[in-house]
C-alpha cells in the first residue's frame, strides 16, 4: 500500500540506511543502541537503557488510559560479508551486515513511535521494545532475566519479521505455531584412530558416526505421529583424522525444528537412544548433549484477530493471508509469548524475481524500503484498535 507522506518516507529510509551500515552482533549493539535512542529522545519519548545488556525500552503515554501494548524489534546484524559493496550504504563493518533485516524492523518499530507521538489516537501507553541478540536466541531471556515485564509490564506484545519471497507489502499470520522451536545438538562418537592400512586395529568414528547420521533420519519418519512436524538436521561432520590415518574422533552437530514440547524431548530422547546404542554396538563412546535455543513462537488466539484487522485496515483484505502455513525457521519473539499474550507476523518483503526477494541470512541481501511505511502504520493501527480512545466504545479484552 502506497501512503501519502513521502516526508515519513524518506525519513525511514535514511534510518533504515544508517542502522544498515553499522551492523552490530549479538550484545554488542552498543552504537546502534545509541542512534535508535538519539531517534526516541529527537520524538520526545522515555526511554530506559541497559536492560539484558543492550537492550531499551521506550515509553509514549497518551490519556489515562490503562492499557499498555508492546511493540518490539531486534537490533543484531549477523556475522556474514556483505557481498554488493556497491550500495552507498553498505556494512562499513567487514565480516559483519545485517543479512536478516534488523535494520528494517528497527525502523519500523522508530517510525510507528513518530505516528503515535504525531497522532496520540489512543489512549494507554506504548512500550517500544528494542531487543539484543536475537540470532543467538539469548535476547529475549536477557531482557526478561533483567525483570523486562515486571519493570515495564504489557498486556500483550506484537512483533514481525520481513519476509523474502511474499509479495511486498503483503501481511500473513496464522493462529498457534507459526514459527519452530531451534534445539542444538552435538554428538561427539570417541573411537581409536589407527593407520589406514590397519583399520581392524582400530575403532573407526567415521563408519559409526555415518550410521549415526543416518539412523537420525528414521526417528521423523518412524518414530513421530505424522501429523506433527519436525526436522533433524545434521550440519557438521568434525574428525581429528588425516587422510592415512582413521581419526579417534568424530563430533556431529546440527539442529531439530519443532513446535511441541512433546515433540522436542521426543527427539532429544530417541537421539540419544540412537547415537550412544551405534556407539556402544561398535565398542565406541559417546558424548551426546541437546540444548534448547529458540522456543516456538506461538501466537495467542486473543490477539491474533486484531493482528489481522490492523493488516487488514492497512493493507486490505486481498493482501492479508490469516491462516498462513507455518515455517521452520526460529525466532527469539517466542521467549515472550511465553508470558505474555500476543502476535507475530510475516511482512512480504518481495515475491520471487522481484527486489527485496534474495533470501534471508544471504550476504546478498536487502531490507525492501518500499514496505518500511506499511509496517510502521500497521504497528501505529495496532495500538489505535488496542487502545481506543474515550470516544471508542472498544473493549480492551
Known amino acids: 500500500m502506497k501512503f501519502p507522506d513521502e516526508p515519513l518516507r524518506d525519513q525511514l529510509t535514511g534510518w533504515r540506511r544508517q542502522l544498515h551500515a553499522m551492523p552490530e552482533t549479538g550484545f554488542e549493539e552498543a552504537k546502534t543502541s545509541a542512534f535508535v535512542i538519539s531517534v526516541l529522545k529527537a520524538l520526545g519519548l522515555e526511554v530506559h537503557t541497559g536492560i539484558g545488556g543492550t537492550g531499551l525500552v ?74 539484543p541478540a536475537e540470532e543467538h536466541g539469548r535476547g529475549a531471556k536477557a531482557m526478561m532475566d533483567d525483570g523486562l515485564f515486571e519493570r515495564f509490564p504489557i498486556d500483550e506484545i506484537y512483533g514481525l519479521h520481513n519476509m ?13 505455531g507459526l514459527m519452530a522451536s531451534e534445539d542444538n545438538f552435538v554428538i561427539h ?53 588425516i587422510r592415512n590415518a582413521i581419526p579417534s574422533n568424530v563430533v556431529i552437530k546440527g539442529d531439530t525444528r519443532s513446535y511441541d514440547p512433546e515433540v522436542q524431548k521426543m527427539l532429544a530422547t530417541r537421539m540419544r537412544e540412537i547415537s550412544e546404542g551405534i556407539c556402544r554396538m561398535h565398542g565406541a563412546e559417546c558424548d551426546f548433549s541437546y540444548t534448547h535455543e529458540f522456543s516456538p513462537t506461538v501466537n ?41 499474550p500476543g502476535a507475530f507476523v510475516f511482512l512480504g518483503n518481495g515475491a520471487e524475481g522481484e527486489p527485496g526477494s534474495t533470501p534471508l541470512h544471504n550476504g546478498s541481501y536487502d531490507f525492501n524500503d518500499e514496505v518500511l511505511t506499511t509496517g510502521s502504520h500497521y504497528f501505529a493501527e495496532i495500538v489505535r484498535l488496542r487502545l481506543p480512545r474515550r470516544a471508542d466504545s472498544r473493549d480492551l479484552g
Open 58 to 131: 521506550a515509553n509514549l503515554k497518551v490519556g489515562s488510559g490503562q492499557g499498555v501494548i508492546g511493540l518490539r524489534a531486534e537490533m543484531d546484524a549477523l556475522n556474514i560479508t556483505e557481498v554488493p559493496t556497491d550500495r552507498a550504504y553498505a556494512s562499513a563493518t567487514p565480516g559483519k551486515m545485517h543479512a536478516c533485516g534488523h535494520d528494517g524492523h528497527m525502523t519500523i518499530i522508530l517510525g510507528a513511535a513518530r505516528l503515535l507521538r504525531e497522532r496520540q489516537d489512543f489512549d494507554g501507553t506504548v512500550r517500544f521494545i528494542f531487543q
Open 189 to 241: 562418537v570417541k573411537g581409536r584412530g589407527t593407520h589406514a592400512a590397519r583399520p581392524h586395529m582400530g575403532i573407526d568414528p567415521i563408519v559409526i558416526g555415518s550410521q549415526i547420521v543416518l539412523a537420525l533420519q528414521t526417528i521423523v519418519s518412524r518414530t513421530l505421529d505424522p501429523g506433527a512436524q519436525a526436522v533433524i538436521s545434521c550440519t557438521e561432520f568434525i574428525t581429528d583424522g
Open 300 to 340: 495467542w488466539s486473543e490477539c491474533v484477530p486484531t493482528a489481522v484487522a490492523a493488516a487488514t485496515a492497512i493493507v486490505g483484505a486481498e493482501n492479508v493471508d490469516a491462516n498462513v502455513a507455518p515455517m521452520m525457521i526460529s525466532e527469539d519473539f517466542g521467549a515472550f509469548l511465553k508470558v505474555v
Open 164 to 176: 523474502p519471497g511474499m509479495r511486498a507489502g503483503t501481511i500473513s499470520t496464522r493462529t498457534g
